[in-house]
């Protein structure tokens, strides 16, 4: 992290937080986020953590800080659709922000079967807002984690900007856009204080192996078929996950109340490309495996209904206006994110055969 430029609360001023409601944190990237926050010495406050545990949420994501931080940190099972557990949550817990992860996140499932990602991704955020304004006196900020894809396609060249209009392509990106107008007509209509985030793809531990980069580092470890969609060359914008929890987290402490702010890693890759690049690595940590060379598994399949040709995020105002960057290149990422994948069997292993998901029926019921 590069030191703040200037602080756009005022100068020595940056929101402070005792009790922030995380969503959707047994997921990919709010498990890291809150790993991230306990992390960071200053914050000293508690993490209180919603979670439907759908089929993407595992508890398995963040064991080991439910014991480190058992003080501060609380764990609810519950739905953002549900208006007065959640409604009762804030109360009791006097939350005072909301970091909003909670989401059906998978486009091809959207494409799929569209009904839960209307349910959560729209009437829950609308549920939450809500609940923010009623909770107007307690709440200091609303912030809402979204996506790049409400931009729809580039071409060949150019920028995703914050004023690039909306043009999203699959049920997925049009939820998420659905729930960032709500985020915004919250604050031009009741003067909620919000802030916005719309980042590129991540990648890195936990994230469950039904996106491109842990669905080929498994199937390949498994000598199993890598599907590349179409003809491969679609491009994303890679960012390492941690990178995007920081940004998010600087954005909350100090970001414009009703701004938007766009997270990326400048960091285009075609996906064949990234394919290639984990096969590479793989073959290089054991020479001896029976897979090698690992690119003979690649199978070119039939293409995503309305795929997205090319995502690249300008994030010029996050890096001028609160100094962030991203530590971690495409290489040192995949590499800690390869060598995650295969030391972590117990994660991976419990994930494939859906034995944490008969875990929280135990514990929680179905
Ligand atoms: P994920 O699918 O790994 O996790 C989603 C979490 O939300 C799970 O723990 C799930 O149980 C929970 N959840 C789903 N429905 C819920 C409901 N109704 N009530 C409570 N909890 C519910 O997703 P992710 O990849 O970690 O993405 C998190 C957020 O970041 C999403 O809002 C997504 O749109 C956004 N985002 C993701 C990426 C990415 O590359 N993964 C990039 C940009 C933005
Ligand atoms: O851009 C941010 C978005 O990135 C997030 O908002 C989404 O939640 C997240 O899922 C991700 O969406 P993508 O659709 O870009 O990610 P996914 O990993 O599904 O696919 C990445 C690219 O790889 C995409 O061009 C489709 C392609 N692909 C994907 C899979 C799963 C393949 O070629 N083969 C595959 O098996």
Redesign the pocket.
Known sequence: MVPLKKNSLGVGTMRQFNNILVTGGCGFIGSNFIRFIFEDSEFSGRIINADKLTYAGNPENIEDLENKFNHRYFFFREDICNKKTIGDIIKKMKIDAVCHFAAE????RSIAEPDAFIKTNINGTFNLLELARKHRDQIKLFHHVS???VYGSLGETGLFTETTPYCPSSPYSASKAASDHLVQAYAATYGLPVTISN???NYGPYQFP???IP?IILNALGGKCL???GD?K?I?DWLYVTDHCCAVWEIMKAGRTGETYNIGGRCEKK?IDVVNTICSILNDIDPDDKNNPHEKLIEFVKD?PG?DLR?AIDFSKLENELGWTPEETFETGLEKTIRWYVDNTRWVERVKSGEYLKWVEMHYGK
């Open positions: 996140s998978h486009v091809d996506t790049d894809e980042c590129s793809n039904e996106k491109l669905l599907p590349v969609y491969g679609n994303r996906n995503r795929h995502y």
